[in-house]
């Protein structure tokens, strides 16, 4: 059985004017297995969201070039791929989850809309069914009181609170690929791992390959099974996590290793 779950292929991205600007990703290539987690880490702006927003084509189309590159997903060149096809893979297969949940909520909309919208778009899932499968998806991402939380606001939640119902809603489509962009960046330590703690979790139990896209080598180390090094738009190195961590081959990625806490 084939293992791989994508492929990205000599990736170039750019803004603006193809003819007058140069790519801010260039050349990228890295494979996702089935059920594992590739991190890719990097200072900021190395790049990492441009990638990872190419990959279902999520940049604005009139302003994004892409000089090379290939997206294969099963067989098929996502960027070939018609708007139609696009919105039906993001919808079936893939959940995102962004650094910052308040700016992906609804703050009009109770936390049961939100979950609910999403599962009448993707999945068909109404009334009283929706009720429960939104209940449901609350308690698997250990929600407490997760019935009455049904019923707040974004803003009544905590941050660690706002990133689980984003994880929820990351989840509701059952996808097998999760894009996980700065999941923790925005919370306190210990909200952090038990985020982090929750995806491996989750991620064991439905089977799904994650993209994670960090700074922080730390989570790296504790979370991923393979890693990418980006640096000004290039992987400089791809490496197995622990032999990242235990020779590092180029010499950014050990000024990495050595800048850390
Ligand atoms: P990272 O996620 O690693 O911090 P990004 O992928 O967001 O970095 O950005 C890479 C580079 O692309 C940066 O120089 C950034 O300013 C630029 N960039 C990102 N998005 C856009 C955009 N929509 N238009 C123009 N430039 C962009
Ligand atoms: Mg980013």
Known sequence: MNQTLFSVKDLSVGFGNAAQSTPVVKSVSFTLERGKTLALVGESGSGKSVT??????????????????????????????????????RGNRVGMIFQEPMTSLNPLHKIERQITETLRLHRGIKGPAAHARALELLELVGIDSAEERLGHYPHELS?????????AMALANEPELLIADEPTTALDVTIQQQI??????????????????????????????????????????????????????????????????
């Open 52 to 89: 990872a927003l190419s990959i279902l084509k999520l940049l604005p189309a009139h302003q994004t070039f892409y000089p090379s590159g290939q997206v294969i997903y099963q067989d098929e060149d996502l960027l070939q791929a018609s708007e139609a096809r696009l919105r039906e893979i």
């Open 159 to 167: 941050g660690g609170q706002r990133q689980r119902v984003m994880i």
């Open 196 to 261: 982090l703690e929750l995806l491996k979790d989750l991620q064991q139990k439905l089977g799904m390959s994650v993209l994670l896209i960090t700074h922080d080598l730390n989570i790296v180390r504790r979370y991923a099974d393979n890693v990418c090094v980006m640096y000004q738009g290039e992987i400089v190195e791809q490496q197995q996590c622990d032999q990242l961590f235990e020779a590092p081959a180029h010499p950014y990625t050990r000024k990495l290793l050595d800048a850390e806490p």
